[in-house]
């Protein structure tokens, strides 16, 4: 299974100020790693990971290819040594999409990274420009045309519920990103952090942020669309531990984002599927229906606290799940009155045994067993 060795680098004297970000937070709170961290940290995980050669060393915190040249140089060498046949995979970094050129990715090549993150955020230039983020859309399709063009893995980070982003906008980013198609995505619903610009903007009212259902369903449907179009998200939705709890006045967080969009993307499906069997009359008059998802998913598809379930249950339909082998992820498979039958007389066959009605597979009866005359 991947792993990460994760080593935040806090971006030293950045020059920018994105409106979402409270800098002095992050590098006051954050020890800036050196070169003895990082190589302890690689000595300790090659004792613990499971298969070191799926394992990557990842600077995570920002823009990495803007941090000062000989600090970044420092990292990297630190890093690569612990790069190559018999040790791990490789290296992963995150960065902004105007810090990549030719000669920043030359020398990235040469010590042995092999996965690029851009912080494209939005891909609407009116969003960015709002949100301060000094960069453009263009500046985010040239670096990732520059990162697939030298063999790099691609991954692009996207915040969803920005100030000035309305459907329209997230839209425009949905799209841009699906048809540059990464390797991977990170979907990030917009934390609003004390002292930023964005927490300015809260409180003079001038930032009335999208609901908490509104950001829910955008970004259930970017994990769906990416997921179907084999793109790996590698996130979606802050870690508790990577939030500053304390500092934060507004937004979208919950601390099982992830769980919410599943729940939700199995919901859809499957009541498109009622949808579709109740207009065309093959749903029986108890509006009982099974559905099956992939094996191991049972859990996601029933939803937090049961949510689907109870769902259902307001809307008059009695809804039960079964797990299948080779189903899609988030796929779901209405199953017709016979195999629900089947499938749950497989599966139950004590409670059947114990019972003292049967229900018959030919009239679809419920009757005591001596009274069936199908035999
Ligand atoms: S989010 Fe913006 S302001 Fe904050 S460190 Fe990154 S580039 Fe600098």
């Given at each position: 299974?991947?792993?990460?060795?994760?080593?935040?680098?806090?971006?030293?004297?950045?020059?920018?100020?994105?409106?979402?970000?409270?800098?002095?937070?992050?590098?006051?709170?954050?020890?800036l790693?050196?070169?003895e961290?990082?190589?302890r940290?690689?000595?300790?995980?090659?004792?613990?990971?499971?298969?070191?050669?799926?394992?990557?060393?990842?600077?995570?915190?920002?823009?990495?290819?803007?941090?000062?040249?000989?600090y970044?140089?420092?990292?990297?060498?630190?890093?690569?040594?612990?790069?190559?046949?018999?040790?791990?995979?490789?290296i992963?970094?995150?960065?902004?999409?105007?810090?990549?050129?030719?000669?920043?990715?030359?020398?990235?090549?040469?010590?042995?990274?092999?996965?690029?993150?851009?912080?494209?955020?939005?891909?609407?230039?009116?969003?960015?420009?709002a949100?301060?983020?000094?960069?453009?859309?263009?500046?985010?399709?040239?670096?990732?045309?520059?990162?697939?063009?030298?063999g790099?893995e691609?991954g692009?980070?996207?915040?969803?519920?920005?100030?000035?982003?309305?459907?329209?906008?997230?839209?425009?980013?949905?799209?841009?990103?699906?048809a540059?198609?990464?390797?991977?995505?990170?979907?990030?619903?917009?934390v609003?952090l004390?002292?930023?610009?964005?927490a300015?903007?809260?409180?003079?009212?001038?930032?009335?942020?999208?609901?908490?259902?509104e950001?829910?369903?955008?970004?259930?449907?970017?994990?769906?669309?990416?997921?179907?179009?084999?793109?790996?998200?590698?996130?979606?939705?802050?870690?508790a531990?990577?939030?500053?709890?304390?500092?934060?006045?507004?937004?979208?967080?919950?601390p099982a984002?992830?769980?919410?969009?599943?729940?939700?993307?199995?919901?859809?499906?499957?009541?498109?599927?009622?949808?579709?069997?109740?207009?065309?009359?093959?749903?029986?008059e108890?509006?009982n229906?099974?559905?099956?998802?992939?094996?191991?998913?049972?859990?996601?598809?029933?939803?937090?606290?049961?949510?689907?379930i109870?769902?259902?249950?307001?809307?008059?339909?009695?809804?039960?799940?079964?797990?299948?082998?080779?189903?899609?992820?988030?796929?779901?498979?209405?199953?017709d009155?016979l195999?629900?039958?089947?499938?749950?007389?497989m599966?139950?066959?004590k409670?059947?045994?114990?019972?003292?009605?049967?229900?018959?597979?030919?009239c679809?009866?419920?009757?005591?067993?001596?009274?069936?005359?199908?035999?």
């Amino acid at each position: 299974m991947h792993s990460n060795i994760s080593i935040f680098v806090p971006h030293v004297g950045c020059p920018h100020k994105c409106a979402f970000c409270d800098q002095n937070a992050i590098t006051g709170k954050q020890k800036l790693p050196h070169k003895e961290d990082v190589e302890r940290a690689c000595l300790q995980a090659l004792g613990q990971v499971d298969d070191i050669a799926d394992t990557e060393i990842a600077f995570f915190g920002g823009s990495f290819t803007a941090i000062p040249r000989e600090y970044m140089l420092e990292l990297l060498s630190a890093a690569h040594k612990y790069v190559g046949e018999g040790r791990f995979r490789g290296i992963r970094i995150s960065t902004r999409p105007d810090y990549i050129d030719g000669e920043i990715l030359d020398i990235l090549k040469s010590f042995g990274v092999t996965a690029i993150e851009l912080g494209a955020q939005s891909m609407s230039d009116e969003v960015l420009e709002a949100n301060e983020r000094g960069h453009t859309a263009e500046d985010v399709r040239k670096a990732s045309r520059l990162i697939r063009e030298c063999g790099f893995e691609l991954g692009l980070q996207m915040m969803i519920g920005l100030y000035k982003s309305c459907r329209e906008q997230e839209d425009e980013t949905f799209s841009e990103i699906m048809a540059i198609h990464p390797d991977t995505v990170r979907i990030y619903p917009v934390v609003i952090l004390k002292n930023t610009r964005l927490a300015e903007l809260l409180e003079s009212g001038d930032y009335e942020p999208m609901s908490f259902d509104e950001v829910l369903s955008l970004s259930a449907r970017a994990l769906g669309a990416f997921t179907e179009a084999g793109i790996r998200v590698i996130k979606c939705g802050l870690h508790a531990s990577e939030i500053v709890e304390q500092d934060m006045v507004g937004g979208f967080y919950h601390p099982a984002f992830r769980e919410l969009c599943e729940g939700l993307l199995y919901r859809l499906n499957m009541e498109a599927l009622l949808d579709k069997a109740v207009e065309e009359g093959r749903l029986p008059e108890n509006k009982n229906a099974v559905f099956a998802v992939k094996k191991g998913c049972l859990s996601k598809a029933i939803g937090q606290k049961k949510a689907n379930i109870g769902y259902f249950e307001k809307a008059g339909f009695k809804v039960k799940m079964t797990e299948e082998n080779d189903m899609g992820l988030y796929e779901v498979r209405l199953l017709d009155e016979l195999e629900a039958a089947h499938r749950y007389s497989m599966y139950n066959k004590k409670l059947i045994k114990r019972s003292r009605v049967c229900g018959c597979f030919y009239c679809k009866k419920h009757l005591p067993p001596m009274k069936c005359r199908a035999g």
